[in-house]
């Protein structure tokens, strides 16, 4: 992997480390990828471990106003659910087909750049 590569991708992993919204299986996964190059392991292997994880958790647009109506109103309150609804009906109405959040945008990121674009 060339080095600009490399460093966006480890940018992209501090952002999912960083990001509330990442799910567990998400931070675990960009913490291997960190622990793996921090051991020496091969940047490419390491790299398609992380993505190959990344590619199965696409938060459409549909789950996350599911998500807004449902488990937020417990999880987050019933104001920040609102708001987290009124924002995912906004970008669906915008044409968004997955959710924009910081860990999910990181990752269609990085998938992109690693050539795996989110259809």
């Given at each position: 992997?060339d080095?600009?590569?490399f460093?966006?991708?480890?940018?992209r992993?501090?952002?999912?480390l960083?990001?509330?919204?990442s799910s567990?299986?998400?931070?675990?996964?960009?913490?291997?990828?960190?622990?793996?190059?921090?051991?020496?392991?091969?940047?490419?292997?390491?790299?398609?471990v992380?993505?190959?994880?990344?590619?199965?958790?696409?938060?459409?647009i549909d789950?996350?106003i599911?998500?807004?109506?449902?488990p937020?109103?417990?999880?987050?309150?019933?104001e920040?659910?609102?708001?987290m609804?009124?924002?995912?009906?906004?970008?669906?109405?915008?044409g968004?087909?997955?959710?924009?959040?910081?860990?999910?945008?990181?990752?269609?990121?990085l998938?992109?750049?690693?050539?795996?674009?989110?259809?």
């Amino acid at each position: 992997m060339d080095k600009e590569l490399f460093e966006y991708t480890a940018q992209r992993v501090e952002e999912l480390l960083a990001a509330p919204s990442s799910s567990q299986e998400t931070r675990e996964a960009a913490q291997g990828w960190k622990d793996a190059i921090a051991a020496g392991a091969d940047e490419d292997l390491a790299t398609k471990v992380l993505l190959d994880i990344l590619d199965r958790h696409h938060t459409t647009i549909d789950e996350l106003i599911g998500f807004a109506e449902g488990p937020a109103k417990t999880l987050l309150g019933e104001e920040a659910a609102a708001g987290m609804l009124a924002h995912a009906l906004e970008i669906k109405a915008n044409g968004a087909k997955y959710c924009d959040c910081p860990a999910c945008t990181a990752s269609h990121e990085l998938l992109s750049k690693h050539g795996r674009p989110v259809a």
